[in-house]
């Protein structure tokens, strides 16, 4: 059975960093774009960032690039999303998500992405 586990989400200092990772299991993640996506309660799911099947290829967000940083280990079966310089407005649950549709690049659209992991709470405040 597909599965995605995000986890490092925690409480951070604004200023300060946290690792989020995604842990894949149940099919091969080396077919797969890796989405990273936020929700506060009450609005919308948000696109954060995503990487390409093979990792060639990333996609930031404006109200996180620059900050933060997704990679993958397909070996591992591992995604993961580098956070930097948080700040209490990235206060939210992050979800990791798998899209077996886009064979070449990612994207940041909810569409395509089929298969969601549970989420992750990141709170960034003093």
């Known amino acids: 059975q597909l599965q995605l586990v995000e986890s490092g989400g925690g409480l951070v200092q604004p200023g300060g960093s946290l690792r989020l990772s995604c842990a894949a299991s149940?099919?091969?993640?080396?077919?797969?774009?890796i989405g990273w996506f936020r929700q506060v309660s009450g609005k919308e799911r948000e696109g954060l960032s995503c990487i390409s099947a093979s990792g060639d290829s990333t996609y930031y967000s404006d109200s996180v690039k620059g900050r933060f940083t997704a990679s993958r280990d397909n070996a591992k079966k591992m995604v993961y999303l580098q956070m930097n310089s948080l700040k209490p407005e990235d206060t939210a649950d992050y979800y990791c998500?798998?899209?077996?549709?886009?064979?070449?690049?990612?994207?940041?659209?909810?569409?395509?992405?089929?298969?969601w992991g549970q989420g992750t709470q990141v709170t960034v405040s003093s």
């Open positions: 998500a798998a899209d077996e549709l886009t064979l070449v690049g990612c994207s940041t659209d909810l569409d395509p992405y089929l298969f």
């Open positions: 149940g099919f091969t993640l080396d077919y797969y774009a």
